[in-house]
């Protein structure tokens, strides 16, 4: 049995997640259906979950495999026999036991915490480059050149989006992998193409095809560069970036394939590119529209940490995760048949008031106890690079907060990007004094 929450009176919203209201602020849709049909059975067949406690069990449990359809079935029409298929069957985040257990403990062998601790300073040093570039000659004495004269305490504008969180987890992920600075214009496009491969089902031809060439580029580009990173008879060099750890990897046995490390190289720009652009841009929109919690930041910089992770909480940059039965289950006292797909939401789940208190507020203090969010799934397909996305956000927020002042938004209702799975926004432009 479960507890069935009284229901939420009112209209019924659109049952559409991409209709103009529900993209917007798909936060009241997602009560509603919590509140009302916390197991609807969709249309289309589909099984919709928005209660947090299911989404924490499914994604938790065995039965429940991440493998979609589109690869199982070869949905994308005439893609059956296409290489991005063929790469798409060696990627972790879609793979079950024992493949994904042996793969996931391959890269995270070289993707340790430690290996992303080490990554602070070069994080900190491209934030202030990309805010050194936005910011006007002079500006963090305080003065700023407009029109040839020095304004002393202007006021400087900035799209949070194109000149920082869109750079940087790509730069990021470039050190990482050791891509030559040059290559990372590329990347920006290619991995947001690739990236709207997640919607599946929910995406246009066009933007299939983008994606399909996009994955295909970046397979062809991290398979040269593998070849360059072999070390060579006379190549002394240690190497400590994370590719060639993986291919000491692949060379150490026979556990990681060749498809295997060039589709997992991939993987981590599609995964973590448009994931961090969106926290990042989600969370300075919901600072500046509760100027209080803002304020409390700068005040207390200490509050970095938990305050990311209420951003994550507040408003996901990944809001559903879906997942296929295996078997015939009971979620939440209600019968499933195997090969049924549950999409959990995942945005929704993180606002539920049976498992956070007061869920619609935003706290940057909130204690870590009262805010266990699935932003990041949970179990085994727990994100691998949640660690290097929190450094990033505290990083870079940190950094803004501190090198501004008198933040404010110049665009009150910016555009929602057109993604199912991701959440972000177009544009965000902010004004600001700089800080002496
Ligand atoms: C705020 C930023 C991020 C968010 C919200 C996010 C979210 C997620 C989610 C929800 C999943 C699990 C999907 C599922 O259960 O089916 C996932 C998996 C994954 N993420 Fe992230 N991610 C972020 C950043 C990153 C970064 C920076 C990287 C690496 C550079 C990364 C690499 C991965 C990988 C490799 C997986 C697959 C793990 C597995 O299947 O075992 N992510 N991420």
């Known amino acids: 049995m479960t507890n069935v929450p009284p229901r939420r009176s009112g209209p019924q919203p659109a049952m559409d997640p991409l209709a103009p209201e529900n993209r917007a602020d798909p936060y009241p849709f997602y009560h509603w259906l919590r509140e009302n049909d916390p197991i609807r059975h969709a249309v289309d067949g589909s099984w919709i979950l ?71 300073a070069q994080i900190q040093r491209l934030v202030d480059e990309l805010l050194d570039a936005a910011l ?75 994606g399909m060439v996009a994955g295909m580029q970046l397979f062809q580009y991290f398979t040269d560069l593998v070849e360059q990173r072999r070390p060579h008879p006379g190549d002394d060099l240690p190497r400590h970036d994370l590719l060639s750890a993986m291919i000491a990897a692949e060379e150490a046995g026979d556990r990681l394939s060749h498809a295997e490390l060039i589709t997992t190289a991939t993987l981590l720009f599609v995964a973590g590119h448009e994931t961090t652009s969106n926290l990042i841009g989600n969370g300075v929109l919901a600072l500046l529209r509760h100027p209080g ?58 606002r539920d008031p049976a498992q956070f208190p007061d869920p619609d507020r935003l706290d940057v203090g909130r204690p870590e106890r009262e805010n266990r969010h699935l932003s990041f799934s949970a179990g085994p397909h727990f994100c691998l690079g949640a660690s290097l996305a929190r450094l990033e956000a505290q990083v870079a927020l940190g950094t803004l907060l501190r090198r501004t002042r008198d933040l404010e938004l110049l665009t009150p209702e910016p555009r929602v990007r057109e993604h199912f799975v991701l959440r972000g926004v177009h544009e965000l432009r902010v004004g600001f004094s700089p800080a002496a």
């Open 293 to 350: 919690e803002l304020r409390r930041l700068q005040d207390d910089p200490g509050l970095i940490r938990s305050a990311v992770e209420e951003l994550l909480r507040y408003d996901s940059p990944v809001q559903y995760v879906a997942r296929i039965t295996t078997e015939d289950v009971e979620v939440g006292g209600v019968p499933i048949p195997a090969g049924e797909q549950l999409i959990c939401i995942v945005g929704g789940m993180n």
């Open 50 to 120: 928005s209660r947090y406690a299911d989404g924490a069990a499914v994604l938790r449990d065995a039965r429940f495999s991440p493998n979609p359809a589109w690869l199982r079935e070869g949905a994308v029409k005439g893609a059956e026999n296409h290489p991005v298929r063929q790469v798409g069957t060696s990627l972790m985040m879609f793979l079950d036991p024992p493949d994904h257990t042996r793969l996931r403990s391959l890269v995270s062998k070289a993707f340790t915490p430690r290996m992303v601790e080490t990554m602070r």
């Open 136 to 210: 006007p000659a002079g500006a963090m004495d305080g003065r700023v050149e407009m029109d040839g004269r020095v304004e002393i305490d202007g006021r400087v504008e900035m799209d949070i989006v194109a000149d920082l969180a869109y750079p940087l987890p790509v730069a990021v992920i470039c050190e990482l992998l050791g891509v030559p600075p040059f290559d990372r214009e590329l990347f920006r496009q290619l991995s947001s193409d690739a990236s709207r491969l997640l919607d599946g089902g929910a995406l246009d031809k066009a933007s299939q095809e983008r």
